[in-house]
């Protein structure tokens, strides 16, 4: 029977990351991965694809929601058939899992799953602003055992101190662990343990947030410096952009938080190629989000070649 640990938070939280220093908790064991992408075009699991892991990547919406429930079954019985023992899902960082204790109180459907509680991701620095706008990130924290605050390194006093009281503000039973970079340790297996003592949820399976979401397909004759300060125009107001670009200078991975942007070199070998070329852009209701990204298009139309709103 395959332990699963469920992982949720919001975009840029830190979830693949944290990932990266948990599986270190469980040397030793065969470990399967599922990551869940919500933009059809899926980024995370190229990052986790070199661990030697078994691998799933479930993208297009919630693995919670019922349009890809059918496919996050199809994972969870590849795990008894490969005789997992530990099955780690990084759930849609817009997904709404609140039904998960119900799925797997139904043992008979999912006779070969030990569930052992939920992991929240939260950005130190951004989740008060986050929290008031984004009702998936109430979902998430009310769905989940233990609450990892991340990125305390780059969050002010006042930021962690809000982020602080929002949590026990909402969930003062739960254990809060405090860390950067998502490292943590065996703490939090004994804390996740603990949990499972408490009440089945009886929350509904529902849908995702809905949000906005455009995808910018981007030419290879542009350079690393013109993707950043074309990402750098809207990044404001999005929640997350990422992709895999063509340069001229060879892959590079984008990934944006915020209106913090990122454009790293990556190796084309761990990426499948009809991922190449596209910047996944999530932003919320209200977020003037298709404006900026059409004034930014407009500075570098030579190198766009298609937006498409999903």
């Not at 980024?43 to 990547?57: C, I, K, M, P, S």
């Not at 590079?252 to 990426?271: E, P």
Request: hydrophobic residues 45%.
């Amino acid at each position: 029977m395959g332990k699963l640990y469920l992982i949720t938070g919001f975009l840029g939280a830190g979830k693949t990351t944290f990932l990266k220093n948990f599986i270190r908790l469980f040397a030793g064991q065969k470990i399967q991965f599922i990551v869940n992408e919500f933009g059809q075009e899926g980024v995370d699991g190229a990052l986790l694809a070199g661990f030697g892991a078994y691998l799933n990547e479930i993208s297009g919406g919630s693995v919670f929601c019922s349009c890809r429930l059918d496919q996050f079954e199809k994972a969870l019985r590849q795990s008894a058939d490969i005789n997992a023992d530990v099955i780690l899902v990084e759930a849609s960082g817009l997904s709404d899992p609140t039904g998960v204790r119900k799925l797997f109180s139904q043992t008979e459907r999912f006779p070969n799953i030990d569930y052992q509680g939920a992991v929240c991701l939260v950005d130190a620095a951004r989740f008060p602003k986050i929290y008031a706008t984004a009702r998936a990130c109430v979902k998430q924290l009310a769905a989940s055992d233990v609450a990892v605050v991340n990125k305390t390194d780059v969050a002010s006093g006042e930021q962690l101190a809000k982020t602080l009281e929002l949590i026990r503000g909402q969930r003062p039973d739960m254990p809060v662990l405090q860390t950067a970079f998502g490292a943590v340790d065996a703490s939090i297996l004994e804390a996740l343990e603990r949990a499972k003592s408490l009440p089945e949820d009886n929350m509904p399976l529902t849908a995702d947030l809905t949000l906005q979401r455009l995808m910018i397909q981007i030419a290879p004759t542009i350079t690393p410096y013109e993707l950043q300060k074309f990402i750098e125009m809207f990044a404001e107001n999005t929640f997350r952009v990422k992709g895999f670009i063509d340069t001229t200078e060879g892959l590079r991975m984008a990934d944006c938080v915020g209106n913090v942007v990122s454009v790293k070199h990556w190796d084309r070998q761990t990426v499948p190629p009809e991922r190449i070329g596209w910047l996944n852009v999530l932003s919320g209701a209200g977020m003037p989000v298709r404006k900026a990204v059409r004034e930014a298009c407009s500075w570098y139309q030579n190198h766009i070649m298609e937006i498409r709103r999903e």
